[in-house]
């Protein structure tokens, strides 16, 4: 049973600051590679960062670089996206996945948590 639970999402103002955590049950969890989606209304999901097994390596979305940060602790199973100078556009419902090391896809997903912003 593989499980993937994000928290930390709410409703802020423009400017403002939210970090999301994702919980996971993978037994193995430095065995995947953990990345941040989100989707927002009428759009398709889209993705927002990534990281490596070993947080030696991350990457972003260019509407998000220098603003947000993904992170990891492999100790307690948690992926984490510190998300700062948001923007109404952020709002979404954002998703964390998982990525055996193997695979070319991500092959497991949480149920996402909404991040709204207001102008």
């Known amino acids: 049973q593989v499980q993937l639970v994000e928290s930390g999402g709410g409703s802020v103002q423009a400017g403002g600051s939210l970090r999301l955590s994702c919980a996971a049950s993978?037994?193995?969890?430095?065995?995947?590679?953990m990345g941040w989606f989100r989707q927002a209304l009428g759009k398709e999901r889209e993705f927002v960062a990534t990281?490596?097994?070993?947080?030696?390596?991350?990457d972003y979305s260019d509407s998000v670089k220098g603003r947000f940060t993904i992170a990891r602790d492999n100790a307690k199973n948690t992926v984490y996206l510190q998300m700062d100078s948001l923007k109404p556009e952020d709002t979404a419902v954002y998703y964390c996945?998982?990525?055996?090391?193997?695979?070319?896809?991500?092959?497991?997903w949480g149920q996402g948590t909404q991040v709204t912003v207001s102008a």
């Open positions: 993978l037994r193995t969890f430095s065995s995947y590679r």
């Open positions: 990281i490596s097994w070993n947080g030696g390596s991350t």
């Open positions: 996945a998982a990525r055996r090391l193997v695979s070319s896809n991500y092959d497991y």
